[in-house]
């Protein structure tokens, strides 16, 4: 079957870096993203990797691993609004997205 | 502005009743997308269109249909509600799959 594994919740201070894991196990895979989405609102796209490496943008940045079924997202000088549930997707060999059932990262001053 | 924009943004309704959850993007998107979102479980994809006049099942079709009459407009429809579909649902939208998923804001449904 397919599966997407993250915590499913982390604490982190305001100011620090945090990492959120994901791993995957997918019948084919076309991509990875990782989506942010705050309490009662709709997910918003924040990276997209499909070779493996580290892709930068601003203060986050995300990570993949293909050979070992393996991304994260790092979040540096973490701010309040940051808290919120970030969700890892796989793009299987159907072009579908499968996604994981999210992070809630919990930020404290 | 643009984006994709669903209604109503909330409902609640009575076991057995039906209703229709509109979904529109102006983003001349060519896939089309329904999910839901349940507590504590990802997101899960009930009916996809790749283009306009085609749709197909997702994980979770059941109790559901589709239509996809306009390249901008998606409908999902509950035919009998169950309670057991009590749920947000998310339309989305996309260009490519590569290029990221646009979401509405969701429709927070209820059955009683």
């Known amino acids: 079957g397919q599966n997407i594994d993250q915590p499913t919740e982390m604490t982190a201070t305001e100011g620090a870096i945090v990492q959120i894991n994901c791993t995957y196990q997918?019948?084919?895979?076309?991509?990875l993203f990782w989506y942010q989405q705050h309490a009662g609102e709709a997910p918003t796209f924040l990276s997209y990797?499909?070779l493996d490496g580290l892709e930068e943008k601003g203060r986050f940045s995300s990570f993949l691993s293909r050979s070992k079924g393996y991304s994260y997202l790092l979040l540096k000088e973490l701010q309040m609004k940051d808290s919120a549930s970030y969700l890892c997707?796989?793009?299987?060999?159907?072009?579908?997205?499968?996604w994981g059932a999210g992070t809630k990262l919990i930020i404290k001053p | 502005n643009a984006g994709v924009t669903q209604t109503p943004k909330f409902q609640v309704l009575k076991t057995g009743q039906s209703m229709t959850l509109q979904c529109a993007q102006d983003?001349?998107?060519?896939?089309m997308y329904w999910y839901r979102q349940d507590p504590g479980m990802g997101l899960r994809l009930i009916y996809y269109?790749?283009?306009?006049?085609?749709?197909d099942k997702g994980e979770v079709p059941d109790g559901y249909n589709v239509s996809r009459l306009k390249k901008q407009n998606f409908l999902l429809g509950l035919e009998s509600a169950a309670p057991s579909q009590t749920s947000v649902y998310f339309c989305?939208?996309?260009?490519?799959?590569?290029?990221?998923?646009?979401f509405g804001s969701g429709t927070r449904l209820t059955v009683v």
């Open positions: 989305a939208s996309t260009l490519t799959g590569e290029s990221g998923y646009t």
């Open positions: 983003m001349n998107h060519n896939s």
């Open positions: 269109s790749a283009s306009e006049g085609t749709t």
């Open positions: 997918t019948s084919g895979f076309n991509g």
């Open positions: 990797n499909v």
């Open positions: 997707a796989v793009m299987d060999s159907n072009y579908q997205l499968i």
